[in-house]
């Protein structure tokens, strides 16, 4: 399959479509962090959508949607008008990846502040159950693909949001660090969505749980 893999900067997921045989390709405004930046885009990724791909995956940013940045959207009870208008923008650039002309389409991100309405989620994931010990609530938006089946599920060590942990740290690599896609998310995404063993059997999963 011919894939987008947009708004990634560290390669994750497109490497682990691209070790399956597939022809993936990451795009995002930054460099690739990642080892083939010959599978890299760098640029905007909106014109891009209007190209064929058989899939797109899509990480878009998500500073302004997060409800994790709800005490700066209401600043002393009052809404921050230039922090709106900018999720609204970053509403409008989720919605155009979501309603781009493909038939297999999924969206990363966390839990979206509500006063965005976005469109209901499909699914709401942790890395501990795809072998990371960490808890990161992240939900998915799926469109013509299945569920993530729980591919090892451990026991999460830390919260990723707590005080000192890798997310919460300053620096300037701060945003690069937090945006990265486990790497057990990322290899359940291409083994179940790539066609792998874990494929369609998230009923069996849901029928034993």
Request: hydrophobic fraction near 35%; aromatic fraction near 10%.
């Amino acid at each position: 399959m011919k894939i987008l893999v947009a708004c990634e900067e560290s390669g994750r997921v497109t490497a682990e479509f691209r070790r399956l045989g597939h022809e993936a390709y990451s795009c995002d405004i930054l460099p690739t962090s990642g080892k083939h930046p010959e599978w890299h885009i760098q640029g905007d990724v909106l014109p891009l959508l209007k190209e064929k791909w058989d899939m797109i995956i899509a990480f878009p940013p998500c500073t302004y949607l997060s409800n994790a940045g709800a005490n700066q959207l209401w600043r002393g009870h009052k809404l921050n008008k230039e922090r709106y208008k900018k999720g609204l923008a970053a509403k409008q650039f989720f919605l155009a990846i979501l309603n781009a002309k493909c038939s297999k389409i999924a969206i990363e991100n966390p839990i979206p502040s509500k006063i965005y309405d976005l469109p209901p989620h499909s699914q709401e994931i942790q890395p501990w159950q795809f072998g990371e010990p960490v808890q990161k609530k992240t939900r998915l938006w799926l469109k013509g693909l299945p569920k993530l089946y729980p591919t090892e599920i451990v026991q999460p060590l830390q919260n990723c949001h707590d005080a000192g942990t890798w997310f919460m740290k300053g620096g300037k690599e701060r945003q690069r660090n937090r945006a990265k896609t486990f790497s057990g998310v990322a290899r359940a995404m291409a083994e179940q969505w790539g066609g792998g063993e874990y494929y369609g059997q998230l009923d069996l999963f849901e029928s034993l749980a």
